[in-house]
T-cell receptor, first 112, second 114 residues
Framework: KNQVEQSPQSLIILEGKNCTLQ??????????LRWYKQDTGRGPVSLTI?????NTKSNGRYTATLDADTKQSSLHITASQLSDSASYIC???????????FGTGTRLQVFP | EPEVTQTPSHQVTQMGQEVILRCVPI?????FYWYRQILGQKVEFLVS????????KSEIFDDQFSVERPDGSNFTLKIRSTKLEDSAMYFC????????????FGPGTRLTVT
């Protein structure tokens, strides 16, 4: 069954610190992996999109990595800000399908 | 910056009633999607729409659901006879192309079925 699992479920860090969120997936055949940020009560906002041939992609303070062999991805947030408090969702797309498979997300809280 | 808009932001309806959720995708986008998120659960794909027809649908998207692009700007999701378990946040999204293109999500419509 195609699944996307994320860890940790929730994370609390202090402003200015770095953190790394993890994603494992079983989606096959694989097309691409996305990381989204979702504020409470809002729609997801795309951070990065990577295909199987890409190992890393950055978007400002966000850096995503992908290991298509082990079916793992991570999202690293550098120098966290209070506005980074949100859910971060790993989303995987299979080959030749519109269907995005969402993980349950990691709820990040950044405190001053 | 262009954005996807959705109306209403919150809809309360009684079980068995029909509801129509409305979305205005970004104007030059060609692919349209509906997703739902039950409270506390993951976002789930419902349906994709391209060239005035359904491109793909999930097992959730049964005969109670339908989608339509009634004019050049709106994209609607209709639930014919709502059930309690239809209570969820419904997100519309749009993209320029399929697959690798970024999908832009609207703010969502919270549907509460009583």
């Amino acid at each position: 069954k195609n699944q996307v699992e994320q860890s940790p479920q929730s994370l609390i860090i202090l402003e200015g610190k770095n953190c790394t969120l993890q994603c494992n997936y079983t989606v096959s055949p694989f097309s691409n992996l996305r990381w989204y940020k979702q504020d409470t009560g809002r729609g997801p906002v795309s951070l990065t999109i990577m295909t199987f041939s890409e190992n890393t992609k950055s978007n400002g303070r966000y850096t995503a990595t992908l290991d298509a062999d082990t079916k793992q991805s991570s999202l690293h947030i550098t120098a966290s800000q209070l506005s980074d408090s949100a859910s971060y969702i790993c989303v995987v797309s299979g080959y030749n399908t519109d269907k995005l498979i969402f993980g349950t997300g990691t709820r990040l809280q950044v405190f001053p | 910056e262009p954005e996807v808009t959705q109306t209403p932001s919150h809809q309360v309806t009684q079980m068995g009633q029909e509801v129509i959720l409305r979305c205005v995708p970004i104007s030059n986008h060609l692919y349209f999607y509906w997703y739902r998120q039950i409270l506390g659960q993951k976002v789930e794909f419902l349906v994709s729409f391209y060239n005035n027809e359904i491109s793909e649908k999930s097992e959730i998207f049964d005969d109670q659901f339908s989608v339509e692009r009634p004019d050049g700007s709106n994209f609607t999701l209709k639930i014919r006879s709502t059930k309690l378990e239809d209570s969820a946040m419904y997100f519309c999204a749009s993209s320029t192309n399929r697959v690798m293109d970024e999908q832009y999500f609207g703010p969502g419509t919270r549907l509460t079925v009583t």
